[in-house]
């Protein structure tokens, strides 16, 4: 048992030396997400510019995105945002599994513009244990006579229970 303990030990550390700390995190915590960092300073918005809660499952959100402005937006496409956890009143980045390839086709938002999406996070982020997460994603929304262009975010909370 303890000759057992002990290779198994030298091989998390071979495995540890050549893909680094993460493949160990990985390999302990299985298909569950983990909490990281917590998340500094606010995630900027626009006025006018909204997502809408509309419905949530343990691997997946539901919302509207309104354009209430006078301004044509930007983004690349909905499987680029990300999740976060609330931890004792603060946000923290929920941890993506392993490495995680996005193509990035082009999202345009027209003035007055809504449409709905769900986000997909199982296969990106693992099991979603319960709590309160937040969905955020970056939008860029382009100059008018009224304000200079500029990236901004948009946030939708739910919980999984």
């Given at each position: 048992?303890?000759?057992?303990?002990?290779?198994?030990?030298?091989?998390?550390?071979?495995?540890?030396?050549?893909?680094?700390?993460?493949?160990?995190?990985?390999?302990?915590?299985?298909?569950?997400?983990?909490?990281?960092?917590?998340?500094?300073?606010?995630?900027?918005?626009?006025?006018?510019?909204?997502?809408?809660?509309?419905?949530?499952?343990?691997?997946t959100l539901t919302?509207?995105?309104?354009?209430?402005?006078?301004?044509?937006?930007?983004?690349?496409?909905?499987?680029?945002?990300?999740?976060?956890?609330?931890?004792?009143?603060?946000?923290?980045?929920?941890?993506?599994?392993?490495?995680?390839?996005?193509?990035?086709?082009?999202m345009i938002f027209?003035?007055?513009?809504?449409?709905?999406?769900?986000?997909?996070?199982?296969?990106?982020?693992?099991?979603?244990?319960?709590?309160?997460?937040?969905?955020?994603?970056?939008?860029?929304?382009?100059?008018?006579?009224?304000?200079?262009a500029h990236e901004?975010?948009?946030?939708?909370?739910?919980?999984?229970?």
């Open positions: 048992m303890k000759k057992t303990l002990v290779m198994l030990a030298a091989l998390l550390l071979v495995i540890a030396s050549f893909t680094g700390c993460d493949a160990i995190k990985g390999l302990i915590s299985g298909n569950k997400a983990t909490i990281g960092e917590k998340v500094e300073g606010s995630t900027t918005t626009l006025d006018g510019a909204i997502m809408k809660y509309v419905s949530s499952t343990n691997n919302a509207t995105i309104e354009n209430g402005t006078d301004s044509t937006w930007q983004s690349a496409n909905m499987r680029d945002y990300r999740l976060e956890a609330e931890v004792d009143g603060e946000w923290h980045t929920v941890e993506q599994k392993g490495e995680f390839a996005n193509t990035m086709e082009l027209a003035p007055g513009e809504t449409m709905t999406h769900t986000f997909k996070f199982a296969d990106r982020y693992g099991e979603i244990a319960p709590g309160k997460y937040r969905v955020v994603k970056s939008y860029w929304a382009n100059a008018t006579k009224s304000m200079e901004f975010h948009l946030t939708c909370e739910f919980t999984v229970e």
